[in-house]
């Protein structure tokens, strides 16, 4: 089971750290991934993060204004957005891939998934 948590209304400019808690399963034996899905539009990759949090893969869009991470002993996974923009309002999800050597782009790799959280940027 995946929780996402950590949305809320901010500012352009503004900052936001979404927090994902699994609990289950054995955390570390999956890589982890954030995407988003604004109304409308289909669901896109934000960022993903290996097993062992030594690698971490980027949407362009993103890149350089959010970062992923993992803590295994809390079974968490973490997506600190800085520089928020008006399109990074989205419902952000967080996802469990098991298959192993892989940080997928794609949702329909991912296993297990949270039940969003909101993300409101304002201008």
């Known amino acids: 089971q995946l929780q996402a948590s950590g949305g809320g209304l901010v500012q352009a400019g503004g900052s936001l750290r979404l927090s994902c808690a699994a609990s289950g399963r054995t955390f570390s034996n999956y890589a982890m991934g954030w995407f988003r899905q604004a109304p409308g539009k289909e669901r896109e990759f934000v960022a993903a993060i290996c097993r062992s949090g030594g690698t971490t893969n980027y949407a362009d869009s993103v890149k350089g204004r959010f970062t992923i991470s993992r803590d295994n002993a809390k079974n968490a996974v973490y997506l600190q957005m800085n520089s928020l923009k008006t399109e990074d309002t989205a419902v952000y999800y967080c996802?469990?891939?098991?298959?192993?050597?892989?940080?997928?782009?794609?949702?329909?790799?991912?296993?297990?998934w949270g039940q969003g959280t909101q993300v409101t940027v304002s201008s």
């Open positions: 996802a469990a891939d098991r298959t192993i050597g892989r940080m997928a782009t794609t949702p329909r790799s991912y296993d297990y």
